[in-house]
């Protein structure tokens, strides 16, 4: 008996003298990674679960990070493959106060359940987050607006263009041009060129719409009339996420997307497709009188009813791979294919003065044109352990393919006359585009409040466009080829660039200013037609290069936390096409023709804007004070040919000098709890100048327009919207607009943040249509057109995901929930 109790005893006691050998032993048994640490966070008011919640574990007395955890959408988190320790867990979720907790794991406690852990909503962060909520929906930085398009509920399953129809001062007229406070505008594509066009761009994969009205230097000098940045949405949630919609209209309206966005440290893959179709039925019509030669026809009017048909797929792919946490490279690409068509039925009457009939008869126009455009972008960013301290290098290209035609075929009745038979005219069009573009640019702070950057950028651009006219002839019983409307153009442009900006704070006032030159070549040719081409360089003389400097200057001065003043200064260049430089016929018709000008200089605008912004709890009021004066205004001038005076020659000159300005506001309203309104009124002065050989033409006047977006939370996670727009008469150079309107209602209900119903109805009233009023001796005439009709569109849209940092890690054995991977140097 007395033996078994030694052997049992040295049994025991074996573990302890093997330790008591090997020294390393217990700090190896303290390395194991068995440990798991696990429980709920909830909100401690309401006892609702809280996803996304910031869930970390440090190891004392160190306090370096072990392992991190996002809670699920139940609240639940699990921390696993922990080490033996003492550690501290911390609990981080915007809006709530910070949780911590001391924690112990060894070989008694390997498992930890804590259980529901209660985090307090924090009043001062949320009136914070709230402010700062209003503030992403319509906010204000030095140089630019932003507009979030996800929150507009009518453009949901619709292109870009429904995505600008309520932002405050863009305007898209009949023909799908985009302009902004009145001037062309440049669409840039995740702050880059593009050669796509908004309607090319599902609505539903843009995040938000960035409006710089006075672009600073870090852009291009060409920027006249502004920037619409359409930033595409991204992915920036750890493990996997998506959505699934689907829509159907009235009008043959379908649209799909799928999404899929899969991020896990050191990649951040994301995949869209998106398709969408469409069908307008459009009526227009045009009504003249002629005054001054009223013979042998004094009334015409024409009557339109236009079909157009749209058809789009497109596809996204992005992956950003971080070598390390101050390393990444962005590589992105996007696929678009589509195709434009168009049927418009044109039914004319001309009548003497005592209104009989003189002629009658239709036109039918038929347009047909596809497109293709392929887009590659790759971006290499770099930043430094000093706050907002970067480089960033940037190379994009972009190749789009376009083909298609139209047919024209009159059929014209002459009263007395025998019909002289139709007249056919046919064009066969095919182009191709290629743009480069390689950018490099530099921050460094100098200090808290002091910034320099600088950079240089390149574009290079060359487009083709063949086109080939036929008419026609019963002579000749075939298709004769029109050597003046067919021509074969081949367009390249070049333009450098390097900027400088400097930031820094004066006495509480933030000054930013900078320097932009550019160096531009411009050649174009007409392969088909010998001794057609015709090329710039600017400058090209030294007296040029101060115009070439293109100064930007930015104040603004934050008064308290709820109200900043904000004043910005800038010079930009409009430089000519190559239409209005060609000195060849590039249009004709029996009474008109185009020519271009080689002696064009560029015309250079100097802008001007004052803003005051109020951020209240409330209310958020943007005002804005915005002028714009233009030397050598390039200007349309018609006079009458030497040889034939029946006919106009149209051509391009250096004008006067012009002028505009206007009062911009915008204000968002919390009314309520489920209650929000944003309204925008704008109203400004137009000074329009024309002249020809013989007559001076002006016109001015003030005009406004104004939108309203009201949206209201209905029971059952129902939300109401309507949209409303209403454009007031502009002056143009020998008349003015017509007034346009229109109001959109949608219906949203949201189901568990997973599954989104929308229905809209567009133009309520049938009333979006634009046109013009022209006044002067000769005749007055009154058109209308318009770009789609009413319609009616219900979507249903999906989303998923799973909030995992470490979701392939996982399975494949590696650490769990420690989230993100802290292995690699930095270089």
């Known amino acids: 008996m007395l033996k078994i109790k030694i052997h049992l005893l040295f049994i025991l006691c074996l573990p302890t003298l093997l330790f008591a050998q090997m020294p390393n032993a217990a700090a190896k048994m303290k390395m194991l990674s068995i440990g798991r640490v696990y429980g709920k966070v909830i909100d401690a008011k309401t006892k609702q679960p809280l996803e996304f919640v910031s869930v970390a574990l440090f190891s ?40 911590e907790q001391k924690i112990m794991i060894n070989a008694q406690s390997i498992e930890r359940d804590l259980g529901n852990i209660k985090i307090e909503p924090d009043v001062t962060v949320l009136n914070e987050v709230e402010v700062s909520a209003e503030k992403g929906n319509m906010s204000m930085s030095i140089d630019r607006k932003v ?95 998506g959505m699934v919609q689907a829509g159907i209209g009235t009008n043959d309206r379908y649209n799909v997307m799928g999404n899929l966005n899969v991020k896990e440290k050191p990649f951040n893959v994301s995949l869209t497709y998106s398709y969408n179709t469409s069908r307008n039925e459009n009526k227009g019509f045009t009504n003249r009188n002629n005054i001054s030669y009223p013979l042998p026809v004094k009334y015409f009017d024409q009557n339109n009813n236009t079909t157009m048909i749209n058809r789009m797929n497109m596809v996204r792919l992005a992956v950003d791979y971080s070598i390390n946490n101050r390393n990444t490279i962005t590589l992105g690409g996007n696929a678009v294919r589509g195709l434009h068509k168009s049927i418009d039925k ?43 301290k970067e480089l960033t290098v940037d190379a994009s290209y972009n190749y789009g393919v376009t083909d298609g035609g139209y047919t024209f075929t009159t059929y014209n009745f002459l009263m007395g006359a025998p019909y002289g038979g139709d007249e056919i005219e046919k064009n066969v069009a095919n182009g191709n585009s290629h743009l480069g573009t390689f950018q490099i640019d530099y921050a460094n702070p100098i200090n808290d409040s002091t910034k320099i950057e600088f950079g240089i950028k390149s574009t290079y651009k060359q487009s083709r466009n063949a086109n080939t006219t036929t008419d026609f002839s ?142 209240g709890k409330k209310l958020n009021y943007l005002t804005s004070i915005y002028g714009k004066y233009t030397e050598d205004v390039i200007t349309n001038i018609a006079y009458t040919s030497p040889s034939d005076p029946t006919v106009l020659v149209n051509t391009f000159m250096n004008g006067d000098n012009s002028y505009s300005y206007g009062w911009e506001n915008t204000a968002k309203i919390t009314v309520s709890k489920n209650l929000n309104v944003t309204a925008n009124a704008t109203a400004y002065y137009v000074l329009v100048k024309y002249s020809n050989s013989t007559t001076q033409l002006q016109n001015d ?127």
Do not use: C
């Open 60 to 99: 004392m007395p160190k306090d370096s990070a072990v392992a991190g955890f996002l809670t699920k959408q139940n609240g639940d988190f699990s921390l696993d493959n922990l080490p033996f320790g003492m550690f501290t867990l911390r609990i981080h979720f915007i809006g709530y106060k910070k949780f």
């Open 701 to 827: 006047g003030y005009s406004w327009e104004g939108k309203l977006t009201v949206a209201y939370k209905l029971p059952w996670d129902i939300t109401f919207q309507v949209n409303g727009n209403y454009d007031a008469p502009r002056p143009i150079a020998q008349g003015e607009t017509r007034e346009m309107y229109f109001l959109d209602v949608s219906l949203n209900k949201n189901i568990m943040q997973r599954l989104i119903f929308n229905l809209t109805l567009s133009d309520v009233f049938n009333s979006k249509a634009r046109g013009m009023r022209y006044y002067t001796d000769d005749y007055t005439q009154d058109m209308q057109r318009r770009r789609e009709s009413r319609f009616l569109r219900f979507s249903v849209t999906w989303m998923f995901g799973k909030p995992d940092a470490s979701i392939f890690k996982r399975k494949s054995g590696n650490r769990g929930g420690s989230g993100e991977s802290s292995e690699g140097m930095d270089f």
């Open 474 to 615: 019963y002579l000749y019983n075939a298709y004769v080829y029109d050597s003046v409307l067919s021509n074969d153009y081949l367009i390249d442009d070049l333009v450098n660039a390097a900027y400088v900006n400097y930031s820094t704070r004066i006495k509480k006032i933030n000054i930013q200013a900078g320097l932009r030159f550019e160096q531009s070549y411009y050649q174009g040719q007409v392969l088909n037609k010998p001794n057609q081409d015709f090329s710039y360089s600017y400058p090209s003389k030294s007296s040029d290069i101060l115009k070439s400097i293109f100064p930007g200057l930015y104040f603004s001065r934050k008064l308290n936390s709820k109200n900043e003043v904000q004043l910005n200064f800038s010079r930009k260049i409009k430089r000519p096409n190559f239409f209005q430089l060609m000195p060849f016929v590039m249009f004709a018709d029996r009474y008109n023709y185009r020519i271009g000008n080689p002696a064009l200089t560029p015309e250079f605008v100097n802008m001007a804007e004052i803003n005051y912004n109020y951020l």
């Open 147 to 241: 507009y979030n398009v996800d929150k507009d509920l009518s453009v949901t399953g619709g292109t870009g263009l429904d995505a600008l129809k309520n932002i405050p001062s863009v305007t898209v007229d009949a023909d799908g041009e985009i302009s902004l406070r009145n001037s062309s505008v440049q669409i840039f594509i995740d702050g880059r060129p593009t050669t796509l066009t908004m309607q090319q761009i599902p609505a539903d994969q843009i995040e938000r719409i960035e409006v710089i009205t006075n672009p600073s230097v870090k852009f291009d000098a060409n920027t006249t009339g502004g920037i619409l940045n359409v930033v595409m949405k991204k992915n920036s949630k750890p493990g996997y996420n």
């Open 346 to 388: 044109q039914f004319f009457n001309s009548l003497n003065t005592d209104y009989d009939t003189v002629s009658f008869g239709n036109r039918v126009n038929e347009n047909i044109g596809n497109f293709n455009n392929y887009t590659a972008q790759i971006t290499y960013r770099k930043t430094f352990p000093k706050p907002q």
